[in-house]
């Protein structure tokens, strides 16, 4: 069968050549109908059914975002066969997947095989996920023109997810004296939420208020904790 063809079903028509390969006195057979008065030969047919597979591709490979924020994804989905728009098909979005999977709902293909899903994302812990975008098996047709078996597929998109951080002063002088050291303490916190640690260490920059421009220390590193 043609590998370029979309699931459907197809009537396939038998038709004979007996002069293709006759010999030179012509050819001993021919295809007759067996009614009376004769007709013309109806040719046989018969319905074949092509399953085929479904491709889903999402618009970005990779994104970003904060936690809180409003994300919307943009899923495709086509006939593996010749990239056919699939439309009524239902995409079920699983949050990070091979680890909690779990599944933030599902949207429909339109007329031109595309489906918008937006996720109000809320005190979702920083870090790397894997989001899945899954369309399943479509195998229940039965074998007619028109109908169409699909096997599941689904693609992937590589998610950061970044929370806003909050700044506690723990240690600060009242009264700074010009060209005197002073020591300052404080914590860097997780603002979703301050009993979560942070993932990693990060750098800050000391300045004052007033005068952006006048680093009084660059690139402080934090303790893990921080």
Do not use: H
């Amino acid at each position: 069968m043609p590998t370029t063809l979309p699931s459907n079903g197809y009537e396939v028509f038998v038709d004979f050549n007996f002069e293709a390969m006759a010999p030179e006195n012509g050819s001993f057979y021919r295809l007759v109908d067996s009614s009376v008065p004769p007709n013309p030969p109806t040719l046989p047919t018969v319905t074949v059914g092509i399953e085929s597979e479904f491709l889903v591709e999402e618009e970005l490979s990779s994104m970003e975002f904060v936690s809180g924020n409003q994300v919307l994804f943009n899923t495709s989905v086509f006939d593996v066969a010749d990239k056919s728009n699939l439309s009524g098909v239902s995409v079920e979005y699983i949050w990070d997947y091979g680890n909690s999977n779990q599944s933030l709902g599902t949207a429909v293909t339109d007329a031109e095989g595309n489906a918008s899903f937006t996720w109000v994302t809320s005190s979702i812990a920083p870090g790397d996920y894997v989001l899945q975008m899954l369309v399943a098996d479509d195998l229940t047709d039965p074998l007619a023109v028109g109908n169409s078996r699909r096997t599941g597929n689904s693609t992937f998109v590589d998610v950061t997810v970044q929370v806003p951080t909050d700044i506690r002063i723990d240690v600060i002088p009242s009264t700074i004296t010009a060209g005197v050291p002073f020591n300052m303490q404080g914590q860097i916190l997780d603002d979703d939420d301050n009993t979560r640690a942070l993932i990693s260490g990060v750098r800050l920059d000391v300045y004052w208020q007033s005068n952006p421009e006048e680093l009084l220390r660059s690139g402080v590193p934090t303790l893990l904790k921080w």
